[in-house]
């Protein structure tokens, strides 16, 4: 099993440009996240999603739009890139928000918006 | 303030000495997690704990409720070891992550 995977692991986009990020899973899990780090702070959730077909807000949604249509895929889509969202982007599964679940992180992707 | 706090921020250590990594936390959870972040960008579940203390080969962790606080021991550290270590708090559905704490151990 390949577990989580982020596509692409790079990109720089100029200011204004528009990009999807692609997270993928074998686990069939229920739950799947994206998460921003940028230094000096912690992980913060972007958006989530608790099945096929359901997104909601995380902490930091603005700018960001996503898409479950399949359950093994999660979309991260920037409409109009910024400066302010140069960071790495990480995905991440679970079975369930339950305590009890662990959540499986993807690679990252490491964008740059000049 | 932060929700959660990390201490210390960096910690340098030499082969086969005990570390400890502190968590303090002022959100009402049901649950910690504490996250492994490679060198290399990739993030590994290293414990789950809604109470008392688990233990993993040479890795400890212990979670005081009442006290807000969660500790992650490492003993007879190796330079393998050398990562930055996430405290995650569980407050309803959604993990609070922590900075981080950088440890190098160094041969």
């Known amino acids: 099993n390949a577990g989580v995977t982020q596509t692409p692991k790079f990109r720089v986009l100029k200011t204004g440009q528009s990009m999807t990020l692609l997270c993928a899973q074998d686990?069939?899990?229920?739950?799947m996240y994206w998460y921003r780090q940028d230094p000096g702070m912690g992980l913060r959730l972007i958006h989530y999603s608790v099945g096929e077909g359901t997104t909601a807000k995380g902490e930091v949604p603005d700018g960001y739009n996503v898409s479950r249509l399949k359950k093994q895929n999660f979309l991260l889509g920037l409409e109009s890139a910024a400066p302010s969202q140069t960071s790495v982007y990480f995905c991440a599964s679970s079975w369930h928000t339950d305590w009890q679940n662990e959540q499986f992180f993807g690679p990252g992707t490491r964008l740059t918006v000049l | 303030k932060n929700e959660v706090e990390q201490s210390p921020q960096n910690l340098t250590a030499q082969e086969g000495e005990f570390i400890t990594i502190n968590c303090s936390y002022s959100v009402g959870i049901s649950a910690l997690h504490w996250l492994q972040q490679h060198p290399g960008g990739g993030i590994v579940s290293l414990f789950m704990l809604s109470s008392g203390k688990k233990k993993h080969g040479r890795l400890i962790a212990t979670i005081n409720i009442q006290e807000k606080h969660s500790s992650l021991h490492i003993t007879a550290s190796h330079p393998r070891d050398s990562a930055v270590y996430i405290c995650a708090p569980r407050d309803g559905g959604k993990l609070i992550f922590g900075q981080g704490t950088t440890l190098q151990v160094k041969p």
């Open positions: 686990m069939n899990h229920e739950y």
